[in-house]
């Protein structure tokens, strides 16, 4: 006879069977993926033993894409078909991209839209690469973890905007992987040390990765982290670290002309010189095969760090504003290093004296957000219905739409927790308007013109009526991912649309680590230009009210001498709202708020009157009584 199964309402019959999850740092130099083993998050190694997948692809015509160190030896070689850094390029139009791919020495498709790499191997996006990065990964956790991916949690800077979390989504499904979360790569290394070290206080995670630099501030109490305040640059990492070295080499060796190759090849020493100076005061680079004239060149870790340290500057001051912006008065109680590049003996010593306090390097700084990434992966596939870990993220950037006058009027705004659902009502602004149109903005800014354009949708079958009417609900839906969905919903008719916001690209470089200083240092022009606005549009609503009103009743219920007043004192405010005084264009629609007040309430008089026309008082008492 057999037994029944019989299992606790939403629990497994087999409570030894576990979803296989595993977290996934996609970086711009190595990528990691992890796994929890035996009630711990561990890296997963190769069957060479390496945990270190370089985020590299070479695309020959004469093979299959090749990924990682493989890749690195062709790179020298075969440098256009070698594409590395690529996270760079996640979510980019052409145009925004073409610096960097000439940086990179590589070949752009022609056209305009998003990126495409042109390799003997074909034409190949940066959602294709990364793609081919993940399935290594992915066959790597299924040959370690001996059966298939159920989910990941997958890695991305901080500053990623939707187009490029999209992206990171896209490139996950070519991989056959299954998204459970995209997560903050700072917040992944907080949950790491959340868990391990049981701290509690305000955090700041310093990444310094390959390509990109984040800082986030994070208050985490009793098992909850909360974000409370994101930054970084997009167009800075230890990348860029090299980059310095690399043009330093080329001046003290009179700048030679390198070829594509020799240029890879001169990363390369670089990035191995910047290494050994972490543990050495001076090496040498040897530069036989790298440049032309072959040699050796000894620097000091003294001269190393005077050519970085413009580049360490610039990331404490975007761990200034984000103090600022987190509204912080007393020091953070740790500091979690984040990214090969905070092994630098500068970077750690410039850290800690501009917080006060030595930085928490007890997890590998390179392993770390994978770490992060196994641990949530296995809370959102289940693994641990006890785990009591909250992760609130935060929105980067400020969303809201545009209204009439050029205004950007915020409906979720920065550094608000996500998931999150808000929504504002807003009317027509002209008689018998029966459609809207919607523009979503992203940005600090007053103006529209000095925000970003995300996207446009239209709301049609609005009942015709009179200005101000109608009630139309706007609603902003930001997911756990970061992706934002807008619908718009007329409440009488019900009419509704929406749009999930997908933009064709991302922010270019100059426009992420530009959008938040511009916001501080233009704060007072933006101040009055927003009040010209406003009281430009309070001016044009009076008047196109009044042009309305004067040719509706304005021969029955005023007089010659008063049509003239209104008209003369209507043409001076037309005047003046073609100006810039927004004190007197205030002044003077006070004025003709004031001449019109009667002719408004004579026309209210005749309203009533026409209302209450041929209905007898009887049959009002009628109607009132009970």
């Known amino acids: 006879m057999a037994l029944l199964q019989i299992a606790e309402p939403g629990q497994s019959p087999l409570p030894h069977q576990v979803k296989r999850a595993v977290g996934i740092d996609l970086g711009t130099t190595n990528s990691l993926v992890a796994a929890m083993r035996g009630g711990r998050a561990t890296v997963l190694p190769d069957e060479s033993g390496a945990v270190m997948l370089p985020s590299v692809v070479n695309y ?57 790499f042109v390799t003997s191997g074909g034409e190949v996006s940066p959602v294709e690469v990364s793609a081919d990065i993940l399935r290594v990964l992915r066959r790597r956790a299924v040959d370690t973890l001996g059966g298939d991916i159920d989910g990941a949690v997958i890695t991305v800077p901080a500053y990623f905007d939707e187009a490029q979390r999209q992206a990171t989504k896209d490139a996950a499904k070519l991989a056959g992987l299954r998204v459970l979360r995209l997560l903050n790569e700072p917040t992944a290394a907080a949950v790491a040390y959340g868990l391990d070290s049981a701290e509690e206080g305000v955090i700041a995670v310093y990444d310094l990765g390959g390509g990109t630099f984040d800082i986030s501030i994070l208050r985490l109490q009793k098992g909850v982290f909360e974000v409370l305040a994101t930054g970084g640059d997009t167009a800075l990492g230890g990348d860029d670290l090299d980059a310095a070295l690399a043009d330093w080499v080329l001046e003290e060796s009179g700048s030679p002309t390198l070829t594509a190759g020799q240029f890879r090849q001169l990363q390369a020493a670089s990035r191995a010189a910047k290494e050994r100076l972490t543990d050495q005061q001076e090496v040498d680079i040897d530069l036989q095969g790298v440049l032309p004239a072959g040699g050796t060149l000894r620097i000091t870790r003294d001269t190393f760090e005077g050519l970085i340290l413009p580049l360490v500057k610039r990331t404490l001051r975007a761990c200034r504003k984000c103090l600022r912006d ?27 004296e501009f917080f006060k306090r030595s930085p928490l390097i007890d997890i590998d700084p390179d392993q770390v957000v994978a770490i992060g990434a196994a641990i949530q992966a296995d809370i959102l596939a289940g693994n641990r219905p006890e785990g009591d870990l909250l992760l609130l993220d935060v929105i980067p950037l400020s969303l809201g739409i545009e209204t009439m006058g050029g205004l950007v009027e915020k409906i979720v705004p920065r550094n608000t927790t996500i998931p999150v659902s808000r929504a504002q009502e807003f009317t027509t602004f002209k008689d018998g308007q029966t459609a809207l149109a919607v523009h979503i903005l992203q940005g600090e800014r007053e103006m529209v013109s000095d925000c970003r354009s995300l996207a446009h949708f239209e709301l049609r079958g609005i009942p015709p009526m009179v ?45 992420i680590t530009g959008m938040l200083q511009a916001s501080f240092s233009h704060a007072a022009e933006d101040k009055e230009a927003r009040k010209l606005a406003e009281e430009r549009l309070a001016a ?50 006070e004025q003709l708020g004031r001449l019109s007040e009667a002719f408004a309430a004579r026309r209210m008089d005749k309203s009533i009157r026409q209302a209450l026309a041929g209905v007898s008082l009887d049959s009002l008492d009628d109607e009132v009584t009970p």
């Open 326 to 352: 987190a509204e912080l008065e007393a020091a953070v109680d740790n500091i979690v290093m984040v990214g090969g590049s905070t092994r630098v003996p500068l970077v750690r010593e410039a850290v800690g």
């Open 60 to 116: 020959s015509a004469d093979r299959p894409p090749l990924v990682g160190m493989g890749a690195v030896e062709l790179g020298v070689h075969r440098p256009a078909d070698t594409l590395m850094s690529i996270k760079r390029f996640m979510g980019r139009g052409s145009e925004d991209a073409l610096a960097d791919a000439q940086r990179s020495r590589y070949r752009l498709a022609e056209g305009q839209g998003l990126v495409r």
């Open 540 to 589: 044009w609503q009076l008047l196109e009210g009044l042009k309305s009103a004067l040719k509706a009743d304005g021969e029955a219920l005023l007089s010659a001498e008063e049509r003239a007043a209104i008209a003369g004192q209507m043409t001076d405010l037309q005047a003046l709202v073609e100006g810039q005084d927004a004190q007197a264009i205030h002044t003077q629609t």
């Open 467 to 511: 200005a101000g009417a109608a009630r139309i609900q706007v609603t902003f839906q930001v997911d756990a991912d970061g992706l934002l969905n807008v619908s718009a919903r007329e409440a009488i008719t019900g009419a509704e649309a929406s749009i999930t916001v997908k933009p064709s690209f991302g922010l270019s470089d100059e426009e």
